[in-house]
């Protein structure tokens, strides 16, 4: 398949489609990133930097003259209006869940001519969360998982990071805030609520702001909850689980699994 032109210039307003692009070996198409981007590192110190996430440089965007600008969710709409009436062609992904995040892949893939690679990727990734998924079939017990994507206030994970928990191995303890698109809708106004779900484990991703394990166990109201009595508190990074691409499929789940694993062997 020849690469169409639309593609040859692309700048990337979030990370996943950056790192996909490095990994299909097109980082050469890319000439503007995020500024929050950390995967791959070296992307960091070969590309301009030109975007947060809910702002972007609009003049240095059109200076670099992108034949395409990849960007994700509506919190991005307003970034994507200024490009697209100053006519650049803009793509914006809203994937959710992980069946979301593999369309996304494929379809950037395909979008510089790398289909076939991409679907290659794209199967190792599928089998190696079947591969996970079939080892935590085999656990005795499942524990009761909260995963918090901020702490104030409390905010709980995002469809696919509850998605990839259950592939874990772990139950998320409010599923049903899961399913909620956005930010403001998955926020747990009182934190009793968490207590009262009695997570075994808690994981902290505070979307770029370190964790801090002290800092829960010392909630009013929470030294008797499970995670906190077991000492059960974990961080991983939000570079790995929150960016809905090739990092929560990977490295992500990855250490999900582990984290329920370790306490599957001790507790079950």
């Keep these: ?5 639309l593609s040859q210039r692309i700048v990337c307003l979030t990370e996943e ?11 050469q198409r890319i000439v503007g990133i995020s500024g929050y981007t950390v995967r791959p590192r070296r992307a960091r110190e070969e590309k301009p930097k030109v975007s947060a996430f809910l ?9 670099l003259k992108p034949d395409c600008v990849f960007g994700f969710s509506d919190l991005q709409a307003d970034i994507a209006s200024l490009l ?5 062609q803009v793509t914006i992904f809203n994937q959710r869940s992980v069946d979301e995040i593999f369309s996304m892949l494929y379809q950037v893939a395909a979008m510089v001519g790398e289909a076939e690679q991409g679907l290659a990727r794209l199967s190792v ?3 190696e969360l079947d591969a996970i998924g079939q080892k935590a079939a085999s656990f005795k017990r499942r524990p009761k998982v909260f995963f918090e994507e901020w702490d104030e206030p409390h905010i709980s994970g995002i469809r696919w990071v509850s998605e990839l928990m259950g592939i874990a191995g772990g139950d998320d303890v409010f599923p049903e805030l899961a399913v909620q ?3 403001r809708d998955r926020i747990i106004a009182d934190g009793q609520t968490i207590v009262e779900r009695a997570p075994d484990i808690i994981i902290g991703s505070w979307c770029g702001k370190k964790f801090r394990p002290e800092k829960v166990a010392a909630r009013a109201g929470w030294q008797d909850v499970p995670a906190v009595r077991n000492g059960q508190l974990f961080e991983i990074k939000s570079a790995d689980i929150l ?3 090739p990092a929560a499929l990977t490295d992500g789940v990855a250490q999900l699994h582990r984290i329920i694993s370790q306490w599957e062997a001790q507790y079950a």
């Design 181 to 183: 698109s956005l930010g």
């Design 125 to 127: 990734m599928r089998a």
């Design 1 to 5: 398949m020849t690469p169409i032109a």
């Design 17 to 27: 489609a950056t790192e996909w692009l490095y990994l299909l070996g097109q980082e």
């Design 84 to 88: 697209i009436k100053a006519g650049v």
């Design 243 to 245: 960016q809905p691409g």
């Design 55 to 63: 702002s972007a440089k609009i003049d240095k965007i059109l200076a």
